[in-house]
């Protein structure tokens, strides 16, 4: 069961989210109760991949100072609230870092946020620790694992640069989740239907 928490106050710092009808949005269910929600974003113009390998090794442990939105001068923000201001509400390394205490393959991340908090509040709430399975330039995978089963759930972002006339124009970014354990045999689907809702 996933831990109660507080949501941050209200956060206004002067854009809007991207529309969702830009971003592809399919969820996949199999039979034995697992599923895999998948989102593409065709074009993110102007990043790179090595912008966002920067980010996800930065992203826990940084703070931005906004002193041109109102009511935020001087003011440290986390970066993970910036990401998405409604729904996140913190995200902390542990364990195995790299140089200057980056996220790396083996550390841990515990992340707290509430899905569409806007809509449905903490009907949907996220509150768990995963560990990183990998951090490099084309992607980032992160998780839990059951004993002997393995993986109850996958995280696994992808990253490409969209060359155009030999210049970066943007990145392709894929994400996927996966919740639920494979196989198809009368303890996988049990623990899905645990695991899931289902």
Known sequence: MTA?????????????????????????????????VVLNHSLLRGVTSEMLHWWFQSFANLTVTLDDTPGYE??????????????????????????????????????????????????????????IFYCARDGWAMGKSVPILGKAMCLRISFKDVVKDGRTVGVHYHYEVVIGVDGDNPIARALNRKITGN
Request: hydrophobic letters at 40%.
């Open 4 to 36: 109660p928490f507080e949501m941050p106050p209200a956060r206004d710092f002067g854009w809007t989210l991207k529309a969702t009808p830009s971003t592809g949005f399919e969820i996949v269910k199999r039979a034995n109760g697992q599923f895999c």
């Open 74 to 131: 001087g003011v440290a923000v986390p970066a993970y609230l910036l990401w998405h201001p409604s729904d996140h509400c913190s995200a902390t390394l542990s364990g195995d870092l790299g140089p200057g205490d980056a996220a790396r393959a083996g550390a841990k991340i515990h992340i707290r946020e509430a899905m569409q908090f806007a809509t449905y509040g903490l009907k949907y709430p996220v509150n768990t620790a995963l560990q």
